[in-house]
């Protein structure tokens, strides 16, 4: 069983040895892993961080996801700028 509080969206990139991740539920809260293993045990300890940031600046905390996601997917690719 995953143990996160808020969903997660693990993006893969052109580089096989590198991922970012990011909850939209937790404004503000990024990261970057190895692996898909790594992102998510990075996600876990690295939410409980940043919530307890937002509480010490004073900031609202969203209300933790019952039922939070993960989802995988390939980075958006962009057109060239002309």
């Given amino acids: 069983m995953i143990e996160l ?6 993006e893969a990139t052109e580089d096989p040895n590198f991922f970012g991740f990011y909850s939209s539920e937790l404004e503000g809260f990024t990261g970057v892993g190895h692996s898909i293993e790594d992102c998510l045990y990075k996600a876990r300890w690295g939410m409980e961080e940043h919530v307890a940031l937002l509480k010490e600046q004073n900031l609202p905390i969203p209300d933790r996801n019952p039922n939070p996601t993960v989802v995988v997917q390939n980075t958006e690719q962009f057109a060239p700028a002309a």
């Avoid at 509080?5 to 693990?10: A, F, G, R």
């Fill in 5 to 10: 509080k808020y969903s997660l969206v693990i």
